[in-house]
Structure formats: C-alpha cells, structure tokens
C-alpha cells in the first residue's frame, strides 16, 4: 500500500526511487526556510494597524510577482539549453532570498523594498526550479504517465512541505532571536542545496 502511494503503476526512471528520496529531503529543508522567514518578516512589520500590516504584506507579493515577470517570461529557453547552469543559479538566487526574508527585522525600517526585492527572487528562483523539476519528471515518466508520477511527486513533497513548515515553526519557539537564527542560513541552504543536487544526479546528464 504504501509503495502504491509512492511509486507510479507504469514504467518508471531507475532514478526515480533516489529522486523521490532527496527531493522530499529537500522539500523538508525550504520549508524550514519558509516557515522562518515568514516569522522574520511578521515581525518586521511591527504596526498596530491592521490595514497597515496587511499592505505590507500583500504589497511585497505583488512587488515579486511583477517585478520577476520579465525574467520568468525568458528563462525557458535557458533551463533547456543548460540545465545545470541554470539551476545553480536558481539556487543562489533562492538563498539569497531567504537571507534578505530573515534580515527583516533587522532593518524594519525598509520592510516593504526589501522583502518585496526577495519576493522578486523567490518568485525567480521557484519558477527556475520548477523547470527543471518539469525536465526531471520528463525523463522519470518512461511509460507516457507524466501524469501519474507528477501526482506521486506532488504527494511525497507535501509530506516533507508540512514536516519542514513544523520543523520551521519549532526552531522559531527555540530560537526566538532572529539575529541568532541568521546563522541557521548557510547550514539549511548548503543541506538544501546538496539534497537537491542529489535528487537530480543522472537526470540532468
């Protein structure tokens, strides 16, 4: 049962038992990321006023979302010509976003440019992943069911989403500092990264 949950019926890439494996690993990891950034940037919002709280936070996802159509629009073309080169870059980017979430409160001061700039990122650097997930799946899907395996990926990485939101949340509780949480960056970003990385080898050869 659990195998069935897990692993498409049809045909499947030898790959796909270490694909599912690293990505739901790495999966856990951004979710961390996410669930803490979240937090940095709640709190540097730091209004009485809801409307106020609220512009804010609408108002950084409406400056990514924009602001990374152009990029978005163009990278298609580059994630097929050169996949590994294109997801190391998607991959600093997707850092370097977390970096200036957790720096919020930091500089609260400057809460909407700065995390509508790491919007911008975010949204540059899911969409880059993304496609280069949408290669991987292609090449795992050996029997024409892309859309079986999809829905078997899609499965495992909610799993590891809600695992890595709580992990997020609790290290949050843990270390309430966010000065003292700038230091968990490189070590999930490196985890992160690597894990990823890992779930791709002989996928993007």
Same mark, same amino acid.
Request: aromatic share 8%.
């Given at each position: 049962?659990?195998?069935?949950? @897990? /692993?498409?019926?049809?045909?499947?890439?030898?790959?796909?038992?270490?694909?599912?494996?690293? %990505?739901?690993?790495?999966?856990?990891?951004?979710?961390?990321?996410?669930? $803490?950034?979240?937090? %940095?940037?709640?709190?540097?919002?730091?209004?009485?006023?809801?409307?106020?709280?609220?512009?804010? /936070? !609408?108002?950084? *996802?409406?400056?990514?979302?924009?602001?990374?159509?152009?990029?978005?629009?163009? $990278?298609?073309?580059?994630?097929?010509?050169?996949?590994?080169? @294109?997801?190391? /870059?998607?991959?600093?980017?997707?850092?370097?976003?977390?970096?200036? $979430?957790f720096a919020t409160?930091?500089?609260?001061?400057?809460?909407?440019?700065?995390?509508g700039c790491s919007? &911008?990122?975010?949204?540059?650097?899911?969409?880059?992943?993304?496609? &280069?997930?949408?290669?991987?799946?292609?090449?795992?899907?050996?029997? *024409?069911?892309?859309?079986?395996?999809?829905?078997? &990926?899609?499965?495992?990485?909610?799993? #590891? %989403?809600?695992?890595?939101?709580?992990?997020?949340?609790?290290?949050?509780?843990?270390?309430? *500092?966010?000065?003292?949480? $700038?230091?968990?960056?490189?070590?999930? #970003?490196?985890?992160? !990264?690597?894990?990823?990385?890992?779930?791709?080898? #002989?996928?993007? *050869?």
């Amino acid at each position: 049962m659990i195998k069935r949950l @897990f /692993y498409p019926l049809g045909k499947y890439h030898p790959q796909y038992g270490n694909f599912i494996a690293w %990505s739901f690993v790495s999966n856990v990891i951004v979710s961390a990321e996410s669930a $803490m950034a979240t937090h %940095s940037m709640l709190a540097a919002i730091g209004s009485d006023s809801e409307s106020v709280r609220t512009i804010n /936070y !609408v108002g950084k *996802d409406i400056i990514g979302q924009i602001g990374a159509l152009g990029y978005i629009s163009q $990278m298609g073309e580059k994630a097929d010509k050169s996949p590994k080169k @294109f997801l190391a /870059y998607s991959q600093g980017i997707q850092q370097l976003s977390f970096t200036a $979430m957790f720096a919020t409160p930091l500089v609260s001061d400057l809460f909407l440019p700065i995390a509508g700039c790491s919007n &911008i990122l975010s949204n540059i650097s899911f969409a880059g992943i993304g496609a &280069i997930n949408a290669k991987c799946i292609q090449k795992l899907a050996i029997d *024409d069911n892309i859309g079986e395996i999809y829905a078997k &990926i899609s499965v495992i990485n909610m799993i #590891g %989403s809600s695992i890595g939101l709580a992990l997020g949340v609790g290290i949050t509780v843990v270390v309430p *500092d966010h000065s003292t949480r $700038m230091c968990f960056i490189p070590v999930l #970003g490196c985890i992160r !990264v690597l894990s990823f990385n890992q779930a791709l080898k #002989g996928l993007l *050869d």
